[in-house]
Nanobody, 125 residues
Framework: QVQLVESGGGSVQAGGSLRLSCAAS????????MAWFRQVPGKEREALAH????????RYRASVKGRFTISQDNAKDTVYLQMNSLTPEDSAMYYCAADSSSAQCHLGSQHLTYWGQGTQVTVSS
């Protein structure tokens, strides 16, 4: 069974940076696609970035492209989301997700199989 544990959230001022971590366990075949999402209460969940672990191919939501970077450290079985130039609009609960299917690795997919518990990011102006 796949388990995902996010960390690294917190409070930061506008213009600052945070790096979120997603420590993963379980079969790697169940984690071919890794992704980061965020959600604000009362709003739809947004897909931010996807990573195909085998190829390293990445995809980003337009609003975060150039500011956020998804990456992986296979030795640590961890996926990261480096977030720079943060604005108050980036405040949200951030979730890590995984799926065995590479077909789920696109910004339109909301139905990845495995999810972490989330980590809160708050950006103040």
């Amino acid at each position: 069974q796949v388990q995902l544990v996010e960390s690294g959230g917190g409070s930061v001022q506008a213009g600052g940076s945070l790096r979120l971590s997603c420590a993963a366990s379980g079969p790697t075949s169940s984690r071919r696609c890794m992704a980061w999402f965020r959600q604000v209460p009362g709003k739809e969940r947004e897909a931010l970035a996807h990573l195909l672990r085998a190829s390293g191919e990445t995809r980003y939501r337009a609003s975060v492209k150039g500011r956020f970077t998804i990456s992986q450290d296979n030795a640590k079985d961890t996926v990261y989301l480096q977030m720079n130039s943060l604005t108050p609009e980036d405040s949200a609960m951030y979730y890590c997700a995984a799926d065995s299917s590479s077909a789920q690795c696109h910004l339109g997919s909301q139905h990845l199989t495995y999810w972490g518990q989330g980590t809160q990011v708050t950006v103040s102006s």
